[in-house]
């Protein structure tokens, strides 16, 4: 069975600083996806990025980037001059590359708190 | 695209009463999803569905019954409520062919409280 752990339950920073949130994961699976959510107050379930394992190169979108380290099994994210909309928490999952059994395996999240 | 839509956004149930959650999407996606989210636990698969007429248990299935009678729905039913099951539900839904695994996009949620 795939697990996922986050050790970080809540994080907070200074609004425009440089803030890293970690996951570990593990399996013995070697084709699989990582995915880092967000979920602001609103409840709603919002994707970050995504990273596809056998992709060497770490996935980017504007702000946010990952630290993928497959051999550790790790996944960080690293969110770049912080907004107070980036307030939320973020959940990382995992998931298998098998269709038919393409269920998300989430950690229970970190609380991130942008100060202003 | 309304994207996946939920209904209803929060209900209170009694004991023992039972109850069907709405999810449905308008994206074409053939696999769609149940999960629960419960305070420090992150979400949970309940019931997960890879095409119509194809249903399969996920990690806590227990007390919830789903059916997938076209590709936009997929209803979950509560068949006799209990204390347990309250908590925030999400559907999600994917497109997901052969190696092509999808991202899963999710609904709002439904806040589920039974007494």
């Known amino acids: 069975a795939q697990t996922v752990t986050q050790s970080q339950p809540e994080m907070s920073v200074q609004e425009a600083e440089t803030v890293t949130l970690s996951c570990t994961y593990d399996?013995?699976?070697?084709?699989?996806?990582l995915f880092w959510y967000k979920q602001p107050p609103s409840r709603q379930m919002i994707l970050v990025i995504r990273?596809?394992?056998?992709?060497?190169q770490n996935a980017t979108e504007n702000r946010f980037s990952v630290n993928f380290q497959k051999a550790a099994k790790s996944f960080s994210l690293k969110i770049s001059d912080s907004q107070l909309g980036d307030t939320a928490m973020y959940f990382c999952a995992f998931m298998i590359v098998n269709f038919g059994n393409e269920k998300l395996t989430f950690g229970t999240g970190t609380r991130l708190t942008i100060i202003p | 695209n309304a994207g996946v839509t939920q209904t209803p956004k929060f209900q209170v149930l009694k004991t023992g009463q039972s109850m069907t959650l709405q999810c449905a999407q308008d994206?074409?996606?053939?696999?769609m999803y149940w999960y629960r989210q419960d305070p420090g636990m992150g979400l949970r698969l309940i019931h997960y569905s890879v095409g119509a007429g194809i249903t399969d248990q996920g990690e806590v299935p227990n007390g919830y019954n789903v059916s997938r009678s076209t590709t936009e729905d997929f209803p979950l039913r509560l068949l006799s409520a209990a204390p347990s099951q309250t908590s925030v539900y999400f559907c999600?839904?994917?497109?997901?062919?052969?190696?092509?695994?999808?991202?899963?996009?999710f609904g709002p949620g439904t806040r589920l409280l039974v007494l």
């Open positions: 990273q596809e394992a056998y992709k060497q």
């Open positions: 399996t013995s699976e070697n084709n699989y996806y």
């Open positions: 994206m074409n996606h053939n696999s």
């Open positions: 999600a839904s994917s497109y997901s062919r052969d190696s092509g695994s999808g991202t899963q996009y």
